[in-house]
């Protein structure tokens, strides 16, 4: 799982496979109800945690934090050397 708020960081995030979401139009009686899975409920949740105040790297340990940053660093180095041979 990724987020726009870090770029290229990438974690293994568990989450439910489906959730069903109940909420009230703003119309204050229009009452909807909808069933997701896969990669809309995963989205869905990601959204839901920023609404709640938390990210996704509340969600996981500190070392797997750490193993992703040093991914992202591997990654960009190896960007930014395909870049340059580029240029």
Do not use: W
């Amino acid at each position: 799982e990724g987020c726009l708020s870090f770029p290229l960081l990438y974690l293994s995030v568990k989450r439910p496979e489906e959730v069903t979401v109940r909420f009230t139009k703003s119309d204050g009686e229009t009452r909807i109800e909808i069933r997701m899975d896969g990669r809309d409920a995963r989205v869905f949740l990601h959204e839901y945690d920023h609404l709640e105040g938390m990210l996704f790297l509340d969600k996981v340990s500190l070392l797997k934090i750490n193993r992703a940053k040093e991914q992202r660093r591997k990654l960009l180095k190896k960007f930014n050397k395909a870049q340059k041979q580029i240029l």
